[in-house]
């Protein structure tokens, strides 16, 4: 039911493409190029005859007018002399030039930010440097909205400088507001994104009904971990006639990065390549991608490649900051993180990456505070709330640990990472039950570090429990082995002597601790016929705090204009 009435939405493909030729149009006369990427969307359709293509918008008497002034300045706002711009703006009556002058004076006191904060702080302090022309163009917006004579782009504008201020809620409003009076200016849309938090807040906004809100939802399940919901979108946009989309193929392979199913993205990502090699967007979860799997001269060729295209891209300095790392030389990838923040001092995954840096050079107060940026600019991300435990479990203050991987957890429900974390942080403050649920949901929704049952075990052994810790060894053990379990094992487990210490017997280090060297044979017979075996199945367990564990980096581009 919900496909047909899909296809009946997405049936007029040319009436599609003609909407978004005729707003990339809008969106470039106005200098926002960001949003003009539209145009992806509209080379994925089919081209449209010479009879179908849409007629240029009418002049009114104002644009007329205008018309002088509003080509001069045109042509300084491209040359980013945006005083300039709005000099020869202002006392303009008609909407295109009007947004253009705010847009100029926002763009010049953002450059202004910039610059200063470039000269004078370091990427990993607060910044206290803001746009000075924010609270003018409030001001003088508000007026303009109360009196209702803000268009679709002016509304965009006025929502982004309430974003600036942090007046979140009103931006809210402001952006749906934006999105009714402009459906296809998808910049909005990727700016009310940013701040929905939750599921609920997204069923509570009141949408338009137009054929661009399934990108919209597909995007945000994708953010808000929804990947499941998010597939299933794109699938059916992809049924819907936007099979040739490179957007489309990109989203989807964050998406499968996002659940980790690490082999289906990079299959993507690289199919992607073939079809936009000169594509630097998303290159960075690329790079994290190739980073995970250890593929260092794929990672070494991407990163070689986007030095050629354009070495001063956000997404280019992140790849070479990968590439450092998985050399292992941390000082030269955090070097390369912090020209990224340079560039966007809202990329996310450059803050989350630098923090891992900074963690590997156990630089605890660093790491703290770039996990605490990367919060600052996207609260959903759960990668700094999972650093920011981690940075607390090694300063050995387990309050704070568990406080930021219940803030994970709530982000990642199952992701067993964040459970196993959280049984930690529970065990250590001597709350056994609890830690105990979090080890059996942890096994539950898919162990991927085949850590929680062995815990867990361990946990029944300390509380006296042997026949519970018995049956998590025995169940370890089928987990590892599919093909079967030792007899022999087996006869250990229900012998042993319960008295005695269970972690020696039966653990990660199995296989070496095991007495006996037919078993332990049998065990290298079994793990051989294993096809993908983990590379660190075996590898001894530590008694004090749980190694640094680097979670997968996720990319979430910044939308600021």
């Known amino acids: 039911m919900k496909m047909a009435a899909l296809c009946r939405e997405f049936g007029d493909l040319i009436q599609i493409k003609k909407q978004l030729i005729s707003v990339i149009s809008l969106c470039k006369e106005r200098g926002l190029l960001h949003s003009a990427k539209a145009s992806e969307l509209a080379f994925a359709l089919d081209p449209l005859p010479k009879d179908e293509l849409p007629a240029s918008p009418a002049f009114t008497e104002e644009d007329a007018q205008d018309l002088d002034a509003l080509t001069l300045a045109k042509s300084y706002f491209d040359l980013k002399e945006y005083d300039r711009a709005a000099y020869f703006l202002k006392g303009c009556c008609s909407q295109k030039a009007y947004f253009l002058?705010?847009?100029?004076?926002?763009?010049?006191?953002?450059?202004?930010?910039?610059?200063e904060t470039v000269d004078s702080l370091g990427p990993l302090e607060k910044g206290q440097v803001r746009n000075e022309a924010l609270r003018e163009l409030r001001v003088e917006l508000s007026k303009k909205h109360i009196a209702g004579e803000l268009d679709g782009f002016t509304l965009y504008l006025y929502g982004v400088v309430l974003r600036k201020l942090d007046l979140l809620k009103e931006a809210v409003e402001v952006f749906v507001e934006a999105i009714h009076a402009l459906p296809l200016h998808w910049g909005a849309w990727l700016e009310l994104s940013n701040l929905v938090t939750n599921t609920e807040m997204l069923k509570s906004l009141s949408l338009p009904d137009c054929w661009i809100k399934d990108f919209f939802l597909a995007h945000m399940y994708?953010?808000?971990?929804?990947?499941?919901?998010?597939?299933?979108k794109y699938q059916n946009l992809i049924e819907a006639?936007?099979?040739?989309?490179?957007?489309?193929?990109?989203?989807?392979?964050?998406?499968?990065?996002?659940?980790?199913?690490?082999d289906q993205a990079l299959a993507l990502f690289k199919e992607l390549r073939e079809q936009d090699p000169y594509r630097i967007d998303n290159m960075d979860t690329f790079s994290n991608l190739l980073y995970v799997k250890s593929m260092k001269p794929e990672l070494s060729y991407l990163a070689h490649n986007l030095v050629e295209i354009d070495k001063y891209r956000v997404e280019t300095c992140c790849v070479i900051g990968n590439y450092y790392s998985l050399r292992s030389q941390h000082e030269k990838a955090a070097l390369?993180?912090?020209?990224?923040?340079?560039l966007n001092p809202r990329c996310l995954g450059?803050?989350?990456?630098?923090?891992h840096e900074y963690m590997e050079?156990?630089?605890?107060?660093?790491?703290?505070?770039a996990y605490r940026h990367a919060i600052e600019v996207n609260k959903r991300d759960y990668r700094a709330w999972y650093g920011l435990g981690q940075t607390y479990e090694i300063l050995k203050m387990p309050f704070y640990c568990l406080y930021y991987?219940?803030?994970?957890?709530?982000?990642?429900?199952?992701?067993s990472r964040m459970l196993v974390a959280l049984g930690e942080s529970y065990e250590k403050l001597s709350q056994q039950v609890e830690a105990k649920k979090c080890y059996w949901r942890a096994y539950s929704v898919g162990d991927v570090e085949k850590m929680a049952l062995l815990k867990l075990a361990k946990l029944h052994e300390q509380l006296n429990e042997s026949d519970d810790a018995a049956q998590c060894y025995m169940l370890y053990i089928q987990d590892i082995f599919s093909c079967g379990v030792s007899v022999r094992a087996v006869f250990l487990i229900k012998s042993h002597n319960p008295r005695s210490n269970w972690s020696t017997t039966i653990s990660r280090t199995m296989y070496l601790r095991l007495k006996g060297k037919a078993l332990l044979r049998q065990i290298s017979q079994v793990r051989d016929q294993i096809e993908t075996p983990s590379a660190d199945l075996f590898a001894p367990l530590s008694n004090n705090n749980t190694p640094v564990r680097r979670v997968s980096p996720l990319n979430l581009i910044s939308f600021t204009p």
């Open 101 to 115: 002058y705010m847009y100029s004076r926002y763009l010049s006191g953002e450059k202004k930010k910039d610059d």
């Open 222 to 232: 994708t953010e808000l971990q929804m990947i499941k919901e998010a597939l299933q």
């Open 241 to 262: 006639g936007f099979s040739k989309s490179t957007y489309i193929i990109s989203q989807i392979a964050v998406a499968y990065h996002n659940i980790r199913d690490i």
């Open 336 to 342: 390369y993180f912090q020209r990224a923040l340079k």
């Open 350 to 355: 450059a803050w989350t990456l630098m923090g």
């Open 361 to 369: 050079m156990k630089n605890t107060s660093a790491a703290i505070q």
């Open 405 to 415: 991987y219940r803030k994970a957890h709530q982000l990642r429900p199952n992701d």
